[in-house]
C-alpha cells in the first residue's frame, strides 16, 4: 500500500521512519518548505534525504499543488502533526482516504491546544486519538485512540514527549496495518459529550493568585513549555517552567516569596507552596530562578499580585 504524509516537525519524521522500518512505500510528503534562512522542517529534510517527492503543505490549497498531489497516486494518507486547515479533495484522494493524528481522546478536547487544556482542567488521564477528518474540527469517526496517565508533575512538553509522541508513532503504524488489511473502525465520536477550547494564547495563561494551588499548579503545567503562564513584575511579564507543588502549610499571602536560594524561590499558595525553577522575564532567555532572582534584586516577602 501506498501512504502518503501530511506533517511537520519531529512527530512527522518520526512517522515517516516508523512507516520505513514496516516497509511501507511512501508515496509522498507534504510539508513544510525551507524558509528564506535556511532552516528546513525535519519532516522535509527527511523525505528529501531518502528520495521521497514532496510538496508544500501550503501548496496544497492551490491548484498547483493539488496537481502534484494527485500524481502520488496514494493509497492511503496520514497527517502526522498538521496545522493548517486543507481543502477536502486532500483527504479524498487516496483509494482509502485520509487518518489524522490528535492528541486527546476525542471527543474530549478538540482543538488546537488539546495537550495544554487537558493539564489546565485538571485531568487525570489522557490519550491519543486517530480519526477520519471530515467538515468540522476534530469531529470525524474513531479509527482508533490510546490512552495514558497525566502524572501530578507532567508538563505539556513531558506529557507529549514521554507518551504522546512515542505512543503517536506507534498509533500511526497500527493505523496503516489496520487500513491494509480492510480492519479500520469508523467509530462516530460521542459529540454530545465533546468539549472545544481554544489555542491555549497569553490571554489563558495569566497566574491568579488567590486560585486554590492546584488550579495555579495546574496552570503552570499547562502552559510549560508555551506560551509559559506568567505574572507582572515590574510592570512586564514574568513566565514560569520548571516548577514543583508541594502540600506545605506556611503563613503568608497567596504569591508572596517565602525564600529564595541559588536553585530558585518559594512562593506561597492558596493551600501549598509553588517552588519555581526557572523564569522568562519579556525580552530575555530563561533562566535559572534563582539567578533570576539574584540579578534582579528579588527578596523574601515580596508579593506577586
Known amino acids: ?9 519531529a512527530f512527522g ?19 513544510p518548505e525551507p524558509d528564506g534562512n535556511g532552516r528546513s522542517d525535519p519532516l522535509w529534510s527527511a523525505s528529501e534525504a531518502n528520495g521521497i517527492p514532496r510538496v508544500s503543505t501550503t501548496s496544497l490549497k492551490e491548484p498547483g499543488g493539488l496537481v502534484k498531489w494527485k500524481e502520488f ?25 485520509t487518518a489524522q493524528y490528535h492528541p486527546s481522546l476525542l471527543p474530549l478536547h ?4 488539546a495537550i495544554n487544556w487537558a493539564i489546565i482542567n485538571g485531568d487525570k488521564e489522557t490519550g491519543l486519538s ?31 514527549f514521554n507518551h504522546l509522541f512515542p505512543m503517536g508513532v506507534d498509533a500511526m ?11 479500520a473502525p469508523r467509530t462516530e465520536q460521542g459529540h454530545a459529550d465533546a468539549t472545544f477550547e481554544p489555542g491555549c494564547r497569553d490571554q489563558h495563561a495569566e497566574i491568579h493568585w488567590h486560585r486554590p494551588a492546584q488550579v495555579v499548579y495546574d496552570l503552570i503545567r499547562g502552559c ?4 509559559g503562564a506568567w505574572t507582572l513584575f515590574n510592570e512586564e511579564r514574568l513566565r514560569f517552567f520548571d516548577c514543583r507543588l508541594t502540600e506545605e502549610q506556611r503563613p503568608g499571602m497567596p504569591g508572596q516569596v517565602l525564600g529564595i536560594d541559588d536553585e530558585g524561590f518559594s512562593i506561597r499558595l492558596n493551600g501549598g507552596v ?14 535559572p530562578a534563582g539567578e533570576w532572582a539574584s540579578q534582579v534584586g528579588l527578596t523574601t516577602g515580596f508579593r506577586f499580585r
Open 110 to 113: 478538540r482543538g488546537k491546544s
Open 73 to 97: 497516486e496514494a493509497d492511503f494518507c496520514l497527517m502526522a502533526f498538521v496545522s493548517e486547515f486543507l481543502p477536502d479533495e486532500v483527504f479524498t484522494q487516496p483509494t482509502h482516504g
Open 173 to 183: 503504524s497500527e493505523a496503516v496495518s489496520l487500513v491494509s488489511a480492510g480492519e
Open 130 to 160: 486517530v480519526f477520519w477528518p471530515d467538515k468540522g474540527i476534530d469531529t470525524g469517526p474513531i479509527l482508533l485512540q490510546k490512552r495514558c496517565e497525566i502524572a501530578p508533575d507532567d508538563t505539556v512538553g513531558s506529557l507529549y
Open 1 to 9: 500500500m501506498r501512504v502518503a504524509i501530511i506533517g511537520q516537525a
Open 274 to 287: 509553588l517552588r519555581v525553577g526557572r523564569v522568562q522575564h519579556t525580552g530575555k532567555s530563561k533562566l
Open 224 to 227: 510549560d513549555p508555551r506560551p
Open 13 to 31: 519524521e518520526a512517522v515517516l521512519h516508523r512507516l520505513q522500518d514496516d516497509g511501507v512505500t511512501i508515496a509522498g510528503v507534504a510539508a
